[in-house]
Every structure is written in C-alpha cells, then in structure tokens.
C-alpha cells in the first residue's frame, strides 16, 4: 500500500479506491448493498446533512429563551421541532459557553461528533493532533485555531467516550440585537459550534438591510 | 485495548492543521466508503462498537498512517470477513465468488432514511444507579486487552459525577458478543491538574462518558 498522502488525485486509481471499488462490486454482487442507496447516503451527506443545522439551532436559542433553556434541558427533545433530515438519537447534550466557561467537544477515542445537527466532522477533529492534545492541552488547541481566552476563563473539554453527543452554545455575538434568526443564524460557523472557535462578530457579515449605513 | 486509538494526552503529533472551505468528501471513494458502512451496519450484521473495534484492532503502523475513511475500509473488510459475509479471495478478485449469506434486511434507494439515523442506546433500567450526582469516584485502573471505552488518561483519577445520562448499552459487551448488557452512564468531570499534574493549567476540566462498571467509589 502506498500511503505518502491522504489523498490521490491523479488520474491512474490509486489502491483505495481499487479496494474500495472491489469492496462495493463484492458486495453488490452478493446483494447486501443497493448502489444507488449508497448514491443517495452520499447525496444526503453533501448537500442536506451540515453544519447549517446546527447554525439554526444555535439562532433560536439566541433569540428564544425559552427554546435555549429547552435546549440546554434536553437537546434531543428540543431540536425535534427542527425536522432535520437526520434526527439525533436520544442523547444530544447542548453546553453553553459563558464568559466563565468555554466548551469544547472531542473524541479522543475515534471520531464522535454530532453528525446531525454538525454534518461529518472535518479532518483535523479526527486527527491525532487534536485527539491527543484537546484533552491535555486544550489552550494549545486553540492558539492552533488563533483562539485566545483569558487565563481564568475556565476550559472545560467533553470527550465523547459513549453514544452521547455534545454540541457548544457559543456566545451570542455583540450588536446583534433585532437580527432575524436567518442573520443570526449566518453569524454562527461550524468550530464554534465545536468549541475551537468564536461566532464571526456582527461587523464582519453583510449589514442588515435596513439602517446599515454606519 | 491499550491501542494507539486511544491518544488522549500523547505527545508528539504536532499542530491541529484546519483546512479552509473543506469539501465534506476529499475524493468519491470516502463517500462510498461512508455509505457502504452504514448500509452495512443496517443489515444487522455488526454494530457501531464492533466498527470501532475493528479499526481499534489494525496493526498501530497501519492505524496511524492511513486517511481516515481508509481507515474505515479497511476496518469494513475486517468485520465483512470476520462476519464470512464476504472471503479473502473474493475482495481480492473484486467479485462475488461464493453464494450471499443472508443478511437481516437491506438498504434500498427508496428509504434511506435508516442509514441517516442515528440508533438508540439507552435501555430500560434493570437496577438503580450506583452514583449520584456530585459523588466522587475513581475511574478504575483497569486494563482490558478487549475493546473498552474507559480512555487510558483518566484511569485511577478521582472525578465527580457531574450528569447521569441514562441506562445504556454497554460496548465492552457488545464486542465481546455478550450480549448489550446495559450499564448506567456517566459524565465524570475531572479536575486539569488530577490528569495532568499540579503543573498543569488549573483553568482545565476533562469530562468523560463512563458506564458504571468502569467507576469506583473513592
């Protein structure tokens, strides 16, 4: 096996996907998978399953503190009214950050992450850098990502050592207030929702409509 | 098993490296990989533990130099062959050499819905929970050369019960073939310098998701 780099993109198939198409063809053959299943599995992982779900969640619960505290109380339950494509099992566990508290999620095991409300996780969160240091070092993780806490702002790591998921309730970004959840929503990215980074602030998206001007 | 899969507090692999605009795929084959998987897991022939365990089992070198999805392929031949669902001669050949052996049920493109859902683990009680909220407990210095769940860092820390998340299947079963044999779950919160060291960084705080049996009271 050649295995120099992650990735091949030249033309002649490299072993994996030789493998992985002997692997599909097999199981084709013998009737246990459905290609086109397997097309549909993919599709829905490109293009519906992603971490603008999340996004929504956290921009409801910034404007609705009601569907926040339902969320912190029992994520599962509350997210249910989304009608995401992929509902969560029993067990999301929404975490807010606070000035006191920065969360952060891992998996130092293998690769645990809220699928549903995330999307699939990227390839540094599966990666043995951060698998081995978000535990131990945890502020060193995130100078990696350019994220800066204050030293007494308490950092408080999940590992995702069982079928439980976690996902952050970053802070609501300053001058905000009056944005539709749609605006809100746009603000919030995928690594705050993980915990290795901030929301992007309210300057740096396109103004509101209205009384944008300054 | 005290494998290379179990990496919380190693040193030596370098920077976290985000990758800007990431694809949600780096190449096609990672997607059939993907899919592939969980249309497996739907036939009923193994389960997300037995998934684990088989990666969990790749000689270390292997481990830690392929991709992730390989990884996971290479992971899906070792439970396809372990299960006899498929044979060595077949994978090498790239066809189907010998009869199907039948499989619980399949996935089809007209309801894929299953293969998106995540399963369910909590189950009925049968006993009560052990802890409570706010006990201090040890995680045990235990050291099973089978799958477990119990990360290596916090073995014989003291932490505090901090959520009692149910009653859940118990994977250091499930990939013994013994059954889901469930156990209570807990999140145990431990203090930064307990793992790491008076040291260490007091602003730190470690959570762990530790069923019953791993847990022993201080």
Not at chain 1, 40 to 56: K, L
Request: hydrophobic share 40%; proline share 7%.
């Amino acid at each position: 096996m050649s295995h120099d780099h992650d990735h091949h993109h030249g033309s002649e198939l490299s072993d994996v996907q030789l493998r992985v198409r002997a692997i599909e063809t097999v199981l084709t053959e013998k009737g246990y998978i459905d290609p086109a299943a397997l097309d549909r599995i993919v599709e829905a992982f490109e293009t519906r399953i992603g971490p603008h779900n999340g996004a929504r969640i956290v921009a409801k619960a910034w404007s609705d503190p009601a569907f926040k505290a339902r969320l912190l109380d029992d994520a599962s339950k509350a997210i249910a009214e989304f009608g995401l494509l992929s509902r969560v099992g029993d067990h999301l566990i929404a975490v807010e950050n606070t000035p006191e508290r920065h969360n952060m999620i891992v998996c130092t095991l293998c690769s645990c992450y809220p699928w549903e409300v995330l999307g699939l996780p990227p390839v540094w969160y599966k990666s043995a850098p951060y698998r081995s240091r978000a535990v131990s070092d945890p502020r060193g993780v995130l100078a990696d990502f350019g994220v800066m806490l204050p030293a007494e702002t308490e950092i408080r790591v999940w590992d995702s050592t069982a079928e439980t998921r976690f996902m952050v309730l970053p802070m609501r970004p300053a001058d905000t207030e009056g944005w539709s959840d749609e605006q809100l929503a746009s603000l919030v990215t995928r690594d705050s929702m993980i915990g290795t980074g901030f929301p992007k602030p309210a300057d740096e998206t396109t103004p509101r409509s209205e009384g944008a001007a300054s | 098993m005290n494998g290379v899969h179990d990496m919380g507090g190693m040193h030596g692999f370098g920077r976290v490296e985000p990758e800007a605009d990431e694809p949600v795929f780096h190449a096609p084959w990672e997607g059939r990989v993907l899919a592939m998987q969980r249309a497996m897991t739907y036939t009923g022939a193994w389960n997300i533990d037995m998934s684990r365990d088989a990666q969990e089992h790749l000689p270390p070198k292997v481990y830690l130099a392929v991709s992730y999805y390989e990884r996971w392929a290479l992971g899906l031949e070792q439970n396809l062959l372990g299960k006899g669902l498929v044979t060595a001669d077949e994978l090498a050949a790239g066809h189907a050499l010998h009869p199907a052996k039948p499989v619980r049920r399949t996935l089809t493109q007209t309801d894929i819905s299953p293969a998106l859902t995540r399963g369910k683990y909590e189950r009925p009680a049968t006993a009560p929970a052990r802890f409570r909220i706010g006990d201090r407990v040890r995680a045990r210095n235990i050291h099973p050369a089978t799958h477990t769940r119990l990360p290596r860092y916090v073995r014989g820390h003291v932490g505090t019960v901090e959520r009692i998340e149910g009653h859940h299947v118990f994977p250091d079963s499930v990939v013994m073939g013994a059954g889901e044999s469930p156990q209570w779950l807990y999140t145990v919160v431990f203090d930064g310098r307990e793992l790491w060291g008076a040291g260490s960084d007091p602003s730190v705080k470690v959570s762990v998701e530790a069923f019953e049996p791993y847990l022993e009271s201080v």
